[in-house]
């Protein structure tokens, strides 16, 4: 029969940990609204820089663009892989570190580098002894787009300069509090996404009254200077755009993986406390059983 005091230890510490995991759901559920508001406020201008730049590809050829074409014969690709820092978020990390295994299994026959974004994606790549060119943090503040600017200068760098053929990343796509789904796209050679076509275009036309111009709808926008010149600038800004949006999806999807994860160990945890009273109980009857027993024992001894 276990000791007593030994269950009331147990109790006591598992009831600390219930404090504990209530505590950090608060706190992801507070960290993943801020998450959420700030996808929210991103996506309007994402989808509006993606239709514009689908449009100018149209009308531009690959040639015509370094970020739309490689250079390279290299033979390499960079993948590169959002994950968390800290852990207690379920499967999380191991969901998108499978599908970064997934990606190494199907082009086995290059050479893929991994590219970390995220301490727990690190950690577990070192253990496999593969070799990592790049690791940075997440860090715990919301996502900023100075970090985002950076991190895709770095990465269109190494394209231009020829050190890629392909460059990917991989991140948690926020779906819902309870979905979070691990997404794979291409970011360079930039490929405009299938369907991704420009909404209300004018065409700009001129008559001859004065110096004044009329512009109708025509479904078709008129670029100045020409479209080349202006991905030239547009697409670096998307690439920035894109690893902007991954660290945004990756940060929710991290606080609602941890909500979750911290909700389902509260209720694990008054679980746990119920049936280790039911065994306390169970003990401190028996005892008290034991003890009148030896009372009775003892009266009876004393009246032979």
């Known amino acids: 029969m276990p000791n007593l005091n030994d269950i009331k230890r147990r109790i006591k510490?598992?009831?600390n940990t219930q404090q504990i995991t209530k505590a950090m759901k608060m706190v992801a559920a507070a960290k993943l609204r801020k998450a959420q508001e700030d996808i929210a406020a991103s996506r309007p201008y994402a989808e509006k820089m993606f239709e514009m730049v689908g449009s100018l590809t149209k009308g531009t050829s690959k040639d015509e663009n370094q970020l739309m074409s490689s250079s390279s014969n290299s033979g390499k690709i960079d993948l590169v892989l959002f994950t968390s820092d800290r852990g207690l978020c379920g499967g999380f990390n191991t969901n998108l570190i499978r599908a970064a295994e997934r990606f190494l299994v199907e082009h086995k026959g290059k050479e893929v580098r991994v590219r970390l974004v995220g301490t727990r994606g690190n950690e577990h790549f070192?253990?496999?002894?593969l070799e990592i060119p790049s690791t940075d943090h997440m860090g715990s503040i919301?996502?900023?787009m100075a970090d985002a600017r950076e991190r895709?200068?770095?990465?269109?760098?190494g394209f231009l300069d020829g050190d890629t053929d392909e460059v990917y990343i991989l991140y948690g796509k926020f779906v819902s509090?309870?979905?979070q789904t691990p997404t794979l796209k291409k970011l360079l050679p930039f490929e405009p996404e299938s369907g991704a076509e420009a909404t209300g275009e004018v065409e700009e036309k001129t008559e001859s009254h004065?110096?004044?111009h009329n512009v109708e709808a025509s479904g078709v926008f008129t670029y100045e200077p020409s479209e080349a010149e202006i991905l030239e600038t547009l697409l670096p800004k998307a690439a920035e755009v894109m690893i902007f949006n991954s660290m945004l999806e990756t940060a929710a999807s991290e606080h609602a993986a941890r909500m979750a994860a911290m909700d389902n160990?509260?209720?694990n945890a008054k679980e746990m406390i119920g049936s280790l009273n039911l065994v306390y109980n169970r003990a401190r009857q028996s005892a008290i059983t034991t003890e009148l027993t030896e009372i009775v024992s003892g009266a009876e001894a004393l009246k032979g």
């Not at 895709?152 to 760098?157: D, N, P, R, V, Y």
């Open 13 to 15: 510490s598992v009831k």
């Open 126 to 129: 070192k253990k496999r002894g």
């Open 142 to 144: 919301r996502p900023q």
């Open 152 to 157: 895709a200068q770095k990465i269109i760098k």
């Open 177 to 179: 509090a309870l979905t």
């Open 210 to 212: 004065g110096d004044s």
């Open 265 to 267: 160990a509260s209720k």
